[in-house]
């Protein structure tokens, strides 16, 4: 596939980063696969591929890890942050320690990674952020959630055009819900929000497919269903029109 050898990709124990190091192994593409989580059944899957067990989080294991890939020159391509945490951190007021856990790994690992990152590629390379919906129609029981994803994808916006010309494009792909254990795991929504959700939820393996296919695009945002961002952008505009007090994800204080 075009000239791509390698790909660093955040996030492979499950998910679509999962079944991107599986479509890139299809594809004789070596992965430098990341997880905080050991998964031995990956190495069946690409037995070429760099697995590296790290919390994203940690700035200094990352630091370690890219002086790791420059000292024996394993350069990607193609880097995909797909790592992120989902977690319900504005119940009814702000758990600010766990708002700033969300914060470390869905907005400033991603800067961290970049910083390090940037300095050692001495040849094009792609960037792709895996964005969501939540950027269209936000969840506020979920804010270090969407403050995260806002933020990159904007960063991302942004330095597309101001690297341009340093052989780096920056690429970001809005994305619905995902039918994946992160998605089981969180507290489902209610009512109108539930809703939402179902109608917008779509699968690992395809989001991987149409991820694979736009690396190599032209295009610098991706929308991975149309439909599930016509119908945020539609549920956004009736939000707006509501009265305060029928908001969604309203909270009452007892």
């Known amino acids: 596939m075009s000239d791509i ?3 660093l990709i955040t996030g492979t124990s499950r998910g679509i980063g999962k079944e991107l190091l599986k479509l890139y192994s299809h594809l004789g593409v070596q992965v430098i696969a990341i997880d905080k989580v050991s998964d031995p059944d990956l190495v069946s899957i690409n037995s070429s591929a760099v697995f590296q067990e790290l919390d994203i989080s940690n700035e200094s294991a990352v630091e370690n890890f890219v002086a790791f890939l420059a000292n024996n020159d394993i350069i990607p391509d193609v880097v995909i ?3 992120a945490i989902h977690e319900v951190d504005n119940e009814l007021f702000i758990d600010y ?30 960037f792709v952020f895996c964005s969501s919906g939540v950027i269209i129609f936000p969840n506020p029981s979920n804010l270090g959630y969407f403050l995260g994803k806002l933020a990159i994808t904007r960063v991302f916006d942004l330095f597309s055009h101001r690297y341009a010309n340093c052989g780096f494009r920056f690429k970001s792909v809005i994305l619905g819900p995902i039918e ?7 507290r489902p929504p209610k009512n109108f929000v539930r809703f939402l959700r179902d109608m917008t939820t779509g699968t690992p393996y ?24 016509f119908v945020l952008w539609s549920a956004r505009l009736v939000q707006a029109l509501l009265p305060a007090s029928y ?6 204080h007892h």
Do not use: G, H, W
């Open 180 to 186: 994946s254990d992160m998605l089981r795991d969180s």
């Open 247 to 252: 908001k969604a994800y309203n909270v009452k």
């Open 81 to 83: 942050f797909n790592a």
């Open 206 to 229: 395809i989001a991987a497919q149409k991820i694979v296919k736009f690396v190599n695009s032209p295009f610098r945002r991706m929308y991975y269903r149309p439909l599930s961002a």
């Open 97 to 126: 320690n766990l708002l700033r856990l969300v914060l470390e790994v869905n907005f400033f690992s991603t800067l961290k990674f970049l910083s390090c990152l940037m300095p050692i590629l001495n040849k094009p390379t792609t």
């Open 5 to 7: 050898t390698r790909v």
